[in-house]
């Protein structure tokens, strides 16, 4: 049985190759159906949607959008959403623009702490993508101040490191909402990241369930085995829909690869029938 992966991301956001690219890696991985999901914004799809008519490859139109819920940065993916909708553009775009003015503040912040960046460079890394954390953290390693990504986040970017600038984000609920009301699936994007931040992911499962959350996406890069299978006890109890996905970055995340994360990731295509399913119609 073909492999699927349902978490891509391209340059419209913060990986490293196009749309065009990554569907033909796809292609060539032997991956047989895909979801771009790219950081705030659907602008990469038309390019997927092109590439991969010239193949045999299925997407899935998707998205990642940053939310909080108590009190933590929480990652929701949406599946089959009716992307071009003019309420759900607006919404993107606001999101976009959060990200924006959260970049100065930061720039602001690493200058105090002897780290001298600007705007320019960083909106240059970012290119036409959602700008980010990531992009800053690229321009920081360019100019020497630190040895490798990983560092500048430990160091200066991360949760509560030393040039850290909270970003306000909507609630989880209402994301799944916005999610919801163009057709898709909210699912839960990396289960284990959470896990890492906040004491018990049950009981912060079983809210975002009563928020109408639909999905957990199980199958990760990171996961381990282990992982894996609680999560999956965790999905059936819970009743949510089972999904995965690698996270692909390209060189923005070295080490993962479309279909198969860091080497043994292995999503069955027959988790795409129930996730189909649970789409609302519009
Ligand atoms: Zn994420
Ligand atoms: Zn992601």
Same mark, same amino acid.
């Given at each position: ?8 991301h ?19 991985a ?11 914004t659907?602008?990469? @799809?038309?390019e997927?949607?092109t ?7 299925h ?11 108590r ?20 919404? @993107? ?19 105090? @702490? ?59 609920a ?6 919801q009301?163009?057709g ?23 809210? @975002?369930?009563?928020?109408g959350?639909?999905?957990l ?21 819970l ?26 990731l ?17």
């Amino acid at each position: 049985m073909a492999r699927i992966d349902l978490h891509l991301h391209t340059t419209y956001s913060d990986g490293s190759f196009s749309p065009h690219e990554v569907v033909t890696m796809a292609h060539h991985a032997g991956v047989s159906t895909i979801a771009i999901t790219d950081h705030d914004t659907t602008d990469g @799809l038309p390019e997927a949607f092109t590439r991969a008519s010239t193949f045999n490859l299925h997407i899935i139109p998707g998205i990642e959008i940053s939310s909080q819920f108590r009190g933590k940065e929480t990652h929701i993916l949406g599946y089959f959403v009716t992307w071009q909708d003019p309420t759900f553009q607006r919404r @993107l775009s606001f999101m976009r623009e959060t990200r924006c003015t959260r970049i100065p503040k930061i720039i602001n912040k690493l200058k105090q @702490l002897g780290v001298v960046i600007t705007e320019e460079e960083v909106k240059d890394v970012a290119g036409i993508g959602s700008i980010g954390r990531p992009h800053i953290a690229q321009v920081i390693l360019a100019k020497g101040y630190v040895k490798s990504v990983k560092e500048a986040f430990e160091r200066y970017l991360g949760h509560g490191a030393a040039a850290f600038v909270p970003r306000d984000l909507p609630d989880a609920a209402e994301v799944i909402s916005w999610i919801q009301e163009v057709g898709g699936v909210a699912v839960l994007a990396h289960p284990g990241w959470v896990e890492e931040k906040q004491n018990g992911l049950s009981p912060f499962c079983e809210a @975002l369930k009563e928020c109408g959350l639909q999905g957990l996406e199980v199958f990760y890069s990171t996961h381990t085995s282990k992982q894996i299978s609680e999560y999956l006890f965790l999905a059936k109890r819970l009743d949510l829909l089972v999904t995965g996905g690698s996270d692909f970055h390209g060189q923005a995340k070295p080490g993962v690869e479309i279909g198969v994360g860091r080497g043994n990731l292995k999503i069955s295509e027959k988790l795409l029938g129930p996730l189909e399913a649970a789409r609302t119609s519009k």
